[in-house]
């Protein structure tokens, strides 16, 4: 699929056969000249370490339940807690059904269908995006442009795809016009939502595509060259943040740090194939 997208090799680690790529996770280790991470520390090898060895580098969990707490900051709106308390009793039917009518911010004006998300609600992998886009915002479903091509690409290189042991969703559910980032307080607006989402999945790994996600679930400003290559924390769930493909098809010289970082989720958690 790469290649017909113009995007060069297909997806996989240097040196490792076509086999030992999907039947061997535990083998698939990142090659130095794949990861440009400031940090030097080797990523731990699984969920059992995972926090022994965030608590070493230093990383600050988030509290046990984010549900009822939105990403704080100067633009947030003035009704997204009380938003928060609401949406945190939702059933998966009645969540939905809230993104579709939801009119929290000004992005309901513009849309024409809201994006829930989409996947195996059984997922042991959540994927997390920015927003819809044009084609997203036809479809109602969240990566069905290039970018999701992409994604998919990515995922079947390791044996996955959407439809089992994915779930994908965005930090806002509705389109930004013209694509733009979404502004601070769309981000608050639509983290209930998310966090409701995280709380009915229950997943083992999150990961974060691009800089707006990873934001909202880390509650800071972060630079994704400066983060991606090791594992970081949501309420007791790791949590991988690496380049959106959006970017990746901008920017082709990033694929190998992209999929740096699909190998370390897949050696964090080994997703049910």
């Known amino acids: 699929m790469l290649r017909e997208m113009g995007l060069g090799p297909i997806w996989r680690l240097r040196g490792v056969p076509d086999h030992q790529l999907?039947?061997?996770?535990?083998e698939m280790r990142v090659s130095p000249a794949d990861?440009?991470?400031?940090?030097?520390?080797?990523?731990?090898?699984?969920?059992?370490?995972?926090?022994?060895?965030?608590?070493?580098?230093?990383?600050?969990?988030?509290?046990?339940?984010?549900?009822?707490?939105?990403?704080?900051?100067?633009?947030?709106?003035?009704?997204?807690?009380?938003?928060?308390?609401?949406?945190?009793?939702?059933?998966?039917?009645?969540?939905?059904?809230?993104?579709?009518?939801?009119?929290?911010?000004?992005?309901?004006?513009?849309?024409?269908m809201a994006v829930p998300g989409i996947g195996d609600r059984n997922a042991d992998w959540l994927l997390v995006g920015e927003g819809p886009g044009a084609e997203e915002d036809r479809?109602?479903?969240p990566f069905v442009g290039q970018a999701g091509k992409l994604l998919d690409a990515m995922l079947g290189a390791i044996g996955l795809s959407r439809n089992k042991g994915i779930y994908i969703a965005n930090a806002v559910k509705c389109r930004p016009p013209g694509n733009r980032t979404p502004a601070s307080e769309e981000l608050?607006?639509?983290?209930?939502?998310?966090?409701?989402?995280?709380?009915l999945l229950q997943p083992k790994l999150i990961i974060a595509l691009g800089r707006?996600?990873?934001?909202?679930?880390?509650?800071?400003?972060?630079?994704?060259?400066?983060?991606?290559?090791?594992?970081?924390?949501?309420a007791g769930i790791p949590l991988?943040?690496?380049y959106h493909p959006a970017y990746l098809l901008r920017n082709q010289h990033d694929k190998a740090k992209a999929w740096a970082?699909?190998?370390?989720?897949?050696?964090?958690?080994?997703?049910?194939?």
Request: proline share 9%; charged share 25%; hydrophobic share 35%.
């Open 139 to 141: 479809k109602g479903e």
């Open 22 to 26: 999907i039947a061997r996770p535990e």
């Open 261 to 273: 970082d699909l190998c370390l989720a897949r050696r964090l958690v080994p997703p049910q194939v």
């Open 35 to 112: 990861n440009d991470s400031p940090r030097n520390e080797a990523p731990p090898s699984s969920v059992s370490t995972y926090t022994t060895e965030l608590k070493q580098r230093g990383g600050m969990p988030r509290p046990t339940s984010q549900e009822n707490t939105v990403p704080t900051g100067d633009s947030v709106a003035s009704n997204a807690q009380g938003n928060a308390s609401r949406v945190a009793m939702l059933d998966w039917p009645d969540l939905e059904q809230a993104i579709r009518d939801c009119n929290a911010c000004v992005l309901c004006e513009r849309r024409n």
């Open 240 to 242: 991988i943040v690496t």
């Open 212 to 234: 707006p996600a990873a934001q909202v679930l880390l509650n800071r400003e972060i630079r994704i060259s400066a983060e991606r290559g090791v594992p970081h924390d949501y």
């Open 188 to 199: 608050a607006a639509c983290y209930p939502f998310l966090a409701r989402q995280i709380a």
